[in-house]
């Protein structure tokens, strides 16, 4: 498995939780590393992703403000910082690598854009 999505539980409403997705080679390296979600019944959805030299980030509607992506290339690492969680946060959480560049203000990025994938970790906010 080229990635490793790990720190999903379980968290009340209003809480935070910070998810990892750490790469086992050279996976990331020049890659976009992005984080999807997928609730039952529901498409995958994308969340946040970061590019590599620039650091350019995106994030979907329902996340900015609350959601912070960070990448530390020297630990092939990029974590999801999830702050102020909602019910509507519960998913599995899959991080992937595209190449492809995402600007904030574009498009959101889409999961047939990405080409490696790591096993999801699932995140469960409730009271």
């Known amino acids: 498995v080229p990635l490793q999505a790990s720190g999903g539980g379980l968290v009340q409403p209003g809480g935070s939780l910070r998810l990892s997705c750490v790469a086992s080679?050279?996976?990331?390296?020049?890659?976009?590393v992005g984080w999807f979600r997928q609730a039952p019944g529901k498409e995958r959805e994308a969340v946040s992703c970061?590019?590599?030299?620039?650091?350019?980030?995106w994030y979907s509607d329902s996340v900015k403000g609350r959601f912070s992506i960070l990448r530390d290339n020297a630990r092939n690492t990029v974590y999801l910082q999830m702050n102020r969680v909602k019910p509507e946060d519960t998913a599995d959480y899959y991080c992937?690598?595209?190449?492809?560049?995402?600007?904030?203000?574009?498009?959101?990025?889409?999961?047939?854009?990405?080409?490696?994938w790591g096993q999801g970790t699932q995140v469960t906010v409730s009271s």
């Open positions: 080679n050279s996976t990331m390296k020049d890659n976009t």
């Open positions: 992937a690598t595209s190449t492809r560049i995402y600007n904030l203000y574009g498009p959101a990025p889409l999961a047939v854009e990405f080409d490696r």
């Open positions: 970061i590019s590599d030299a620039t650091f350019r980030t």
